[in-house]
C-alpha cells in the first residue's frame, strides 16, 4: 500500500543542487509530505515536511505542487555527507495515522 | 545526550532465547516508536506508544514481540523464542504528537540470531 513513488537512484555533483521527485498522487487533505534520509548504519534523520505550502529549513527546501500529488526536495549545494537514501512519506498527523510508512527511497550518491 | 538512545548497539543469541531491546526517548516526548529494518529492507512499523498505551500494536510480526512503556518514557521490545528471522535493526523513535509529530530515531540494536 505504498502512498509515494520515487525513483531509485539519482548521482549529483558535489556543490551543485540535487531535487529529488516524489509522487503521492493519492495523498488527503489531512496528509502532511515528510521527507527523511538515512545515512548507512545510521538511524534515519528528519530533513522537513510541509502541508501544502513551500517550506526551507537549514537542511533544505520542499516544493508541494498545487495539487498537492507531487514534491520536490531540493539540497541547495550537495556535499559528499549527504549521500544516503532519501525517504518522501506522507502520514497524517490529523487522521491519528501517526506511523512512518517507508518505502524503498532514492539512493542519492553525491560525486567529488 | 539529548537524542534518543538505545541499548544494546549489537545483540547476538541464539535462536530460541529471548532478547529485551531497550530505549530512552528523548525527554518529553509523548509519543514512542519501534521499526525495524532487515538486511537491504526498508523500514517496517512494529508498535506505537502515546504515553504508556500502544494504540497501534498493527506492526508486530507474531505474538512472540511485545512491547512496553513505562512512567512515559523508557521502552522495551521483548522478543521470546527468537528465530533467525528476527535477524534486523530493530530502531526506536520518540515525537511531540502536537509538534508536527517529527520522529526523532535512535541509532537501532543490530540483532543476530545464529
Known amino acids: 500500500d505504498a502512498k509515494t513513488t520515487q525513483p531509485t537512484s539519482m548521482d549529483c555533483a558535489e556543490g551543485r543542487a540535487a531535487n529529488l521527485p516524489c509522487n503521492h498522487s493519492t495523498i488527503s487533505g489531512n496528509e502532511y509530505v515528510y521527507w527523511y534520509r538515512q545515512i548507512h548504519s545510521q538511524g534515519p534523520q528528519y530533513i522537513i515536511h510541509g502541508l501544502k505550502n513551500n517550506e526551507t529549513n537549514e537542511m533544505a527546501s520542499l516544493i508541494i505542487t498545487e495539487d498537492r500529488k507531487s514534491s520536490t526536495l531540493i539540497l541547495p549545494h550537495a556535499t559528499l555527507r549527504d549521500t544516503a537514501v532519501y525517504y518522501c512519506?506522507?502520514?497524517?498527523?490529523?487522521?491519528?495515522?501517526?506511523?512512518?510508512?517507508f518505502g524503498a527511497g532514492t539512493t542519492v550518491t553525491v560525486r567529488a | 545526550g539529548a537524542g534518543v538512545s538505545q541499548s544494546p548497539s549489537n545483540k547476538v543469541t541464539e535462536k530460541g532465547k529471548d532478547v529485551e531491546l531497550r530505549c530512552d526517548p528523548i525527554?518529553?516526548?509523548?509519543?514512542l516508536y519501534w521499526y525495524r529494518q532487515s538486511l537491504g529492507q526498508g523500514l517496517e512499523f512494529l508498535i506505537y506508544?502515546?504515553?504508556?498505551?500502544?494504540?497501534?500494536k498493527s506492526g508486530l510480526p507474531s505474538d512472540r514481540f511485545s512491547a512496553e512503556r513505562t512512567g512515559g518514557s523508557v521502552s522495551t521490545l521483548t522478543i521470546q523464542r527468537t528465530q533467525q528471522e528476527d535477524s534486523a535493526v530493530y530502531l526506536c523513535?520518540?515525537?511531540?504528537?502536537?509538534?508536527?509529530?517529527?520522529?526523532?530515531f535512535g541509532a537501532g540494536t543490530r540483532l543476530s540470531v545464529l
Open positions: 506508544f502515546q504515553g504508556n498505551s500502544a494504540p497501534d
Open positions: 525527554s518529553g516526548h509523548t509519543a
Open positions: 512519506i506522507v502520514s497524517g498527523i490529523r487522521s491519528n495515522d501517526y506511523k512512518l510508512s
Open positions: 523513535a520518540s515525537s511531540f504528537l502536537d509538534r508536527g509529530n517529527i520522529q526523532y
